[in-house]
């Protein structure tokens, strides 16, 4: 059984940064993907970026494209999204998600696991 835990995050003015982990664990990940979607209020789950765990290939959504960076260590089974310039906007509920295959998923349902979810609030 997988298991996803993320962890990191928190209130933070706009401008400021802020980094998720997702700690991985239950399988050898060499051949997942992982993603990170997140969720405001009132507004369906978006996706954020996906990284393809063997080679480390990565794509982000057009609005966290140059901001964000997606990223894992091998040998902590961990995915991160480092957070830069954040504003106002990036308030919402972020998950991370994997699945086995070869691709970079952009669409939730092709996700087979998920966290918890950690809270991002930004302040203006």
């Known amino acids: 059984q997988v298991q996803l835990i993320e962890s990191g995050g928190g209130l933070v003015q706009a401008g400021g940064s802020l980094r998720l982990s997702c700690a991985a664990s239950g399988r050898t990940f060499s051949n997942y993907t992982a993603g990170w979607f997140r969720q405001a209020p009132g507004k369906e789950r978006e996706f954020v970026a996906t990284i393809k765990w063997s080679g480390g290939s990565t794509y982000y959504a057009d609005s966290v494209k140059g901001r964000f960076t997606i990223s894992r260590d091998n040998a902590k089974n961990t995915v991160y999204l480092q957070m830069n310039s954040l504003n106002p906007e990036d308030t919402a509920v972020y998950y991370c998600?994997?699945?086995?295959?070869?691709?970079?998923?952009?669409?939730?349902?092709?996700?087979?696991?998920w966290g918890q979810g950690t809270q991002v609030t930004v302040s203006s």
């Open positions: 998600a994997a699945r086995q295959g070869t691709y970079l998923y952009t669409v939730g349902n092709n996700y087979h696991y």
